[in-house]
């Protein structure tokens, strides 16, 4: 497929060969009436003026439109009609003149059929196929003409003539090569031979002018592999790149004629269809299409000796009067596709504005969570936690985020956002040194607790500073010898799917300094029991998903009933969290739970309230 673009070079050549074709033809009607053949003279160059109008019509209707495939390739058929037409207007001169005894007329006939072929090889060189045809058309004559003269000088010039034909053929050839090379290159990815980023965006704006004129729609696809480096990392670029090929070839095949197909670099293809009309179905169709494709990426590849398998998380969107700055209509599909890869990976998401403020806002919270950082608008508050005669016990540390712009924001809105930018390493570092230094705080004035709960994420475990980061802290505020509570550190299951022999290190060292290990939301994440036994755990929460459902949902309740078996079997204390209710509380105490925590009892309170309510009676 070749854009406008590429025929900009041919288009030109229209009022060139024009020109060069009007101008000497008046004197050719001259040398008509020079040698007596005026009319056929005259009658040649009227049709010259009919062709030149046929020509100056295809070159303005280049000129005015933004033509897709299909009128790019009906306006190329009518340039290459007029060409040969003109250049065919030249071989009659020659037939023509020949015809005459007249000796001038001969060297005219000559003159102007080598001229004629030099013109066409030099303006014709962007197309192949124009210029040999034209070449052979405007030679052929004059090597037939030769040899028919029946002399040996005839039969010699006729050579010449055909080696004259060589030369011309080859030069153009040459230059056609070259040409068609540099644009080739210029358009597509080096590796997969399909269109790249440049190419796709130069596409993108005649596409926007005829969305725009007809009022109509395209859709667009952006397609990421899922877990490509890890195939790239574990078995070598050279494999890599492979894949990649195997994949640009299925996509092609499969939206051939239908989507025009780039790699905008890396695991990430794009498509975009032909404008369509916004229906259900071609919307249908086109959701279809994305999941068909998915289909054809999950087929297994064989390559080499390896035989592998992929995904790819793709977002669709529906390109509707959309900005032409490049950078956004990648960027909303771009959502779509990160939407799906968090998702959990191989599946189609179509974006739409809600996900797209969805996303505004992420940025927002993630841009105003740095400076947050820095200007400590965030509170550590703290949630009183009971024993079963409704005694408090301890307390769990819950951040809060008072934003000036944003208002109160939800730790479970914005907890996920930290992990994933790992701004959760400085906002943990800020909650741990803050509840440390309450903690110590309270015991100098001999209020203890105890159980002292801190939620630390994933990512905090696993960054190498953190536990020299809790040793300087317990080391400073509290020496093992008089912790007469216990500090407990609240992680996760999904703590368990991550480097396991980095995760049980770090316990045990934490574990050597005092800190004791709580199993958050247990019963939800990761199921293996194993790391029950080998971690130093002391305690797990019921999710307070599974207390809401008590009294209402079997599952629910088969679920505390396990989860409370499997604890005291290994020894571990039960906390319930989300206990809402007195009935909750009561069924709870029934199956033998030993900590309870919820809005029943007290929701978390700032440092302040938590100490008036709690430490003053
Ligand atoms: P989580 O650790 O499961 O914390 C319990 C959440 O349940 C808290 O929400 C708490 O306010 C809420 N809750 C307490 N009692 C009830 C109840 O009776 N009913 C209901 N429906 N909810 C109750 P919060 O404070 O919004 O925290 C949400 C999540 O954010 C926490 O879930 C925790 O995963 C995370 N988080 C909070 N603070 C921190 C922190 O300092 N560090 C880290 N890494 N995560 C934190
Ligand atoms: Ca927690
Ligand atoms: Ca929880």
């Given amino acids: 497929m070749k854009q406008q673009k590429y025929y900009n070079f041919l288009q030109k050549q229209i009022l060139l060969m024009i020109g060069l074709s009007l101008i000497p033809g008046i004197v050719y009607v001259f040398f008509g009436w020079a040698f007596n053949i005026l ?27 933004k033509m897709n495939e299909e009128q790019l390739s009906r306006w190329y058929k009518h340039l290459t009609v007029f060409m040969y037409l003109i250049f065919s207007s030249w071989a009659v001169i020659f037939i023509l003149n020949i015809q005459y005894t007249e000796y001038n007329l001969h060297y005219i006939a000559i003159f102007t059929e080598l001229g004629a072929a030099v013109v066409a090889s030099a303006l014709l060189v962007s197309d192949k196929k124009l210029f040999m045809s034209i070449l052979w058309t405007l030679m052929l004559p004059l090597v037939i003409y030769f040899s028919l003269l029946g002399t040996w000088f005839g039969y010699v010039l006729s050579v010449f003539s055909l080696i004259f034909l060589g030369v011309l053929l080859y030069a153009a050839y040459n230059t056609n090569h070259l040409i068609r090379t540099n644009y080739y290159q210029a358009q597509h990815d080096m590796l997969t031979g399909l269109y790249n980023r440049r190419y796709f965006m130069e596409y993108m704006e005649p596409l926007h002018q005829r969305l725009l004129e007809k009022n109509k729609i395209s859709y667009m696809l952006l397609i990421d592999l899922d877990h490509f480096k890890m195939i790239n990392d574990s078995l070598g670029h050279e494999i890599g790149d492979k894949l990649l090929i195997a994949v640009a070839k299925r996509l092609a095949a499969y939206s051939k004629d239908k989507y025009i197909l780039a790699r905008l670099g890396g695991d990430e293809f794009i498509l975009v269809s032909d404008e369509l009309d916004k229906t259900k179905e071609t919307q249908e169709e086109a959701h279809n299409f994305a999941l068909r494709l998915l289909d054809e990426i999950r087929r297994p590849y064989s390559i080499e000796t390896h035989h592998l398998h992929i995904s790819a998380s793709i977002g669709l969107h529906e390109l509707e009067n959309f900005s032409l700055d490049s950078s956004n209509f990648i960027k909303e599909v771009d959502i779509a596709m990160y939407e799906a890869k968090s998702k959990g990976r191989d599946g189609v998401i179509v974006f739409n504005k809600d996900l797209s403020e969805r996303v505004e806002r992420h940025l927002e919270i993630e841009q105003r969570l740095h400076q947050t950082l820095n200007g400590n608008r965030l509170k550590v508050y703290y949630q009183p936690q009971f024993d079963r005669d409704s005694k408090i016990v301890g307390c769990e540390a819950l951040v809060r985020w008072f934003d000036d712009d944003l208002g109160e924001l939800s730790p479970d809105e914005f907890i996920p956002i930290a992990e994933n930018t790992g701004l959760i390493l400085e906002l943990g570092s800020y909650v741990l040194y803050e509840t440390f230094k309450v903690l110590h705080g309270w015991n100098e004035e001999g209020h203890y607790l105890q159980n002292f709960a801190i939620n630390i994420s994933i990512r905090q475990l696993l960054y190498e500073p953190f536990i020299e980061e809790v040793e300087v802290l317990m080391k400073y505020y509290f020496s093992k010898e008089d912790l007469s509570q216990k ?16 995760v049980v290190k770090t316990m045990k060292r934490l574990q050597k300094l005092g800190i004791i290990f709580s199993i958050d939301d247990f019963g939800t994440g990761y199921s293996s029991l194993s790391y029950l036994q080998e971690l130093p755990i002391g305690e797990v929460k019921i999710d307070k998903a599974f207390i809401a459902g008590l009294g209402s949902n079997g599952n629910s309740e088969k679920m505390i009933g396990t989860i409370i078996s499997i604890a005291k079997n290994f020894n571990l204390k039960i906390v319930s969290e989300g206990v809402e209710e007195a009935s909750q509380f009561e069924a709870l105490q029934a199956y033998d739970c030993d900590i309870f925590q919820g809005f029943y009892f007290d929701e978390a309170l700032p440092k302040e309230a938590f100490e008036q309510k709690y430490f003053t009676t």
């Fill in 487 to 502: 500090i407990i550190f609240e992680i996760t299951e999904h703590v368990f799917s991550q480097d396991m022999d980095k």
């Fill in 39 to 65: 009319i056929p003279a005259l009658l040649w160059y009227i049709s010259l003026i009919f062709i030149s109008l046929y020509g100056i019509a295809v070159y303005r209707y280049f000129s005015n439109n």
